[in-house]
């Protein structure tokens, strides 16, 4: 199955602050020196998404959101439209990752409507999915997985770019991950649910990985089938570490 470049993409989360930008620059310096076959991008705090964006312009390494509002403009007090992040330099964002879904209610229609404002504004939507402890404990992490994929990916994604990642929240900032083989069920599960949506459109989107990836388990996890890249939180931060990811890849 004809399968695309693979996307490395990191999350700084609520971290960086514009000496924080010295990284972004060792990378693509790096990246200038040494090129690699994959695609990188940061996913700053939106307050650096611009400063960003002018540091790596004409490089490889993309700049993307974190997350947007659902709305291209309005009375949204302290919110961000895909057009922003767009307007700013993004080219991708977040959307759905389990911290927003936890910590600010967001369920898989406002992810699928933030996906579709994504398109919209010309960017490419990351989709987190992923399951609870208790949910994988209780045996339902491909059902739950499968059901957000069906719910949070709207039908106008066909034949755009965008991705899908899964983080199993347990897994994220914990330093635990899940077996190889684990992985490799739920990726083929997110594929099955992708095609399903999606028809066609579902086959060839990278699938991410993501939840404590680091440059020790980067490529095991990215040679699993139907892992199309990885989202990577803390490790992305430094500029060292997440070289070791992208070139494990
Ligand atoms: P982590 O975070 O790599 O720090 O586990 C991943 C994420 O939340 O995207």
């Not at 974190?66 to 709305?71: A, R, S, V």
Request: proline share 4%; net charge negative; hydrophobic share 45%.
């Amino acid at each position: 199955m004809k399968q695309s470049v693979k996307l490395i993409a990191g999350n700084w989360k609520m971290n960086g602050l514009s000496a924080s930008l010295q990284e972004a620059k060792a990378l693509q310096d790096s990246l200038n020196d040494s090129p690699v076959a994959v695609r990188v991008a940061l996913c700053p705090p939106a307050t650096l998404v611009a400063q960003m964006a002018w540091t790596l312009k004409g490089g490889t390494v993309a700049v993307g959101g974190q997350d947007c509002h659902t709305e291209a403009s309005g009375a949204f007090t302290g919110s961000i439209a895909a057009s922003m992040l767009a307007d700013a330099g993004a080219r991708l964002v977040i959307v759905g990752h389990s911290e927003r879904r936890a910590g600010f209610g967001e369920t898989d229609a406002d992810v699928s409507a933030k996906a579709e404002a994504a398109l919209a504004a010309g960017l490419e939507p990351i989709i987190c999915v992923g399951e609870t402890l208790e949910q994988r404990q209780a045996g339902d992490a491909v059902a739950v997985v499968s059901a957000q994929v069906m719910g949070s990916l709207p039908t106008s994604l066909s034949g755009q770019a965008f991705a899908v990642a899964y983080e199993p929240v347990w897994a994220i900032g914990t330093g635990l991950t899940p077996t190889l083989d684990q992985i490799e069920e739920v990726h083929a599960a997110v594929r099955a649910a992708m095609v399903e949506r999606l028809g066609e459109g579902g086959r060839t989107a990278p699938i991410l990985y993501g939840g404590s990836v680091k440059p020790s388990n980067a490529a095991e996890i990215l040679a699993v089938a139907e892992v199309g890249g990885a989202l990577v939180g803390g490790a992305s931060l430094k500029a060292e570490d997440f070289l070791g990811i992208i070139r494990a890849a």
